[in-house]
Structure formats: C-alpha cells, structure tokens
C-alpha cells in the first residue's frame, strides 16, 4: 500500500499537489506500519507495537481517502465513483442485517415471526435492487433516478424504513424467544439436580 501511495503521488505532481502531500504522507504511514507489525512479530512481548501499527494503518486509510477527495474535486468521475462506494458500503450494510434475518428466522418457531421476517427481506430486497439501479444510474450518467421520477427517493427511503422497522419488531420477538427457551432450560436443569441438603 504504501509503494501505491507513493505512485499515486508520483502522478498527482504537478496537477494535484494537495493530493500528492496527503498520499505521500499516508505512503509513510503504511510504511511506518509495517516495520513496527514486523517489529512485533519479533518481539512479541511489546504488545504497544501492535496498537502503533494498526494505529498507523487506520490513519493511513484516513489520509487515503482525504487524498482521494482532493482528487475528486477537480475530477467530477472521482467524486461520482467515491459516491458510488460509499453507497454501495451503506446497502451492503443493510443487506447484512437481511441476511442475519434470514439466518435467525430459521431457529425461531413463531409464525407471526416468520411472517414479519419474510415481509421485511422481501422489502429490504426491492429496497437493495432500487439502490444500486440508483447508483449505477448514477455512475453512468451524472444524476440519480430521483432527477427523472419525482417519487423515487420517496419509494426508495420507505421501503428502508419499512424494512428497518420490521427487522426491529423480528429481532424483538426471537429475543423474546430466546428468552423463554433459556428459562425453560433452566427450570429443566434445576428439577434435574437433585437438592443439597
């Protein structure tokens, strides 16, 4: 990463040298983070040398990304594209909260709960596909959907609330499963072991 860094600085000389002094100094901090994970790995009683690196590399990426925005400003397909990922990060976030759904409505035996759950994965899917048809529109062209259809953002966000709430009211109740299975265990071990007298 750091020799990367250093390339990205290498070509932003002259055009971009705001975003050549932020990827010049996130190249010395990927490199300062490699010498001291190779320093642990070599004295591995020193556990302050393993915090310094992933210090060092979460400020790397940091400084990554700043370089990326620099760039960005005077590349309208730079920003689209960074637009683009930080889109794509929040509905792969969302679409891991439908995922666990899915895991957990197998283990649940409440119907009603299962009817909640497939309710709110089927919106949380229509919701996934309407958010990446909206950026790879986006990506192409330089405008979202919502610039041609007037009640797209409007379809798009209630559909995540909808998803969300329903994802909330499923996880309420396989917890309230959950807790009554626990107590049933319970009560079956304690009649189990005979009383101490």
Same mark, same amino acid.
């Given at each position: 990463?750091?020799?990367?860094?250093?390339?990205?600085?290498?070509?932003?000389?002259?055009?971009?040298?705001?975003?050549?002094?932020?990827?010049?100094?996130?190249?010395? #901090? !990927?490199?300062?983070?490699?010498? /001291?994970?190779? &320093?642990?790995?070599? *004295?591995?009683?020193?556990? @302050?040398? =393993?915090?310094?690196?992933?210090?060092?590399?979460?400020?790397?990426?940091?400084?990554?990304?700043?370089?990326?925005?620099?760039?960005?400003?005077?590349?309208?397909?730079?920003?689209?594209?960074?637009?683009?990922?930080?889109?794509?990060?929040?509905?792969?976030?969302?679409?891991?909260?439908?995922?666990?759904?899915?895991?957990?409505?197998?283990?649940?035996?409440?119907?009603?709960?299962?009817?909640?759950a497939w309710?709110?994965?089927?919106?949380?899917? #229509? !919701?996934?596909?309407?958010?990446? /048809?909206?950026? &790879?529109?986006?990506? *192409?062209?330089?405008?979202? @959907?919502? =610039?041609?259809?007037?009640?797209?953002p409007a379809?798009?966000?209630?559909?995540?609330?909808?998803?969300?709430?329903?994802?909330?009211?499923?996880?309420?109740?396989?917890?309230?499963?959950l807790k009554?299975?626990?107590?049933?265990?319970?009560?079956?071990?304690?009649?189990?072991?005979?009383?101490?007298?």
């Open positions: 990463m750091g020799s990367l860094c250093i390339a990205i600085s290498a070509f932003a000389h002259q055009s971009y040298p705001e975003a050549q002094a932020f990827a010049l100094a996130s190249a010395s #901090l !990927f490199l300062t983070a490699f010498v /001291l994970s190779f &320093l642990f790995e070599i *004295l591995r009683k020193i556990q @302050i040398l =393993a915090l310094m690196s992933y210090t060092s590399t979460a400020l790397a990426v940091f400084l990554l990304f700043i370089a990326i925005f620099e760039f960005s400003v005077n590349v309208p397909m730079i920003a689209r594209t960074l637009s683009g990922a930080l889109g794509l990060v929040g509905i792969i976030f969302v679409s891991s909260l439908y995922y666990s759904m899915g895991k957990v409505v197998r283990l649940i035996k409440s119907k009603l709960a299962h009817v909640i309710i709110g994965i089927s919106l949380g899917i #229509l !919701f996934d596909v309407l958010a990446i /048809l909206d950026l &790879l529109y986006f990506l *192409l062209s330089d405008k979202y @959907i919502s =610039a041609k259809i007037d009640f797209f379809l798009v966000v209630s559909l995540l609330f909808a998803s969300l709430a329903l994802a909330i009211i499923f996880f309420l109740f396989a917890r309230r499963e009554k299975e626990l107590k049933s265990l319970t009560d079956d071990a304690r009649m189990r072991v005979p009383e101490l007298v």
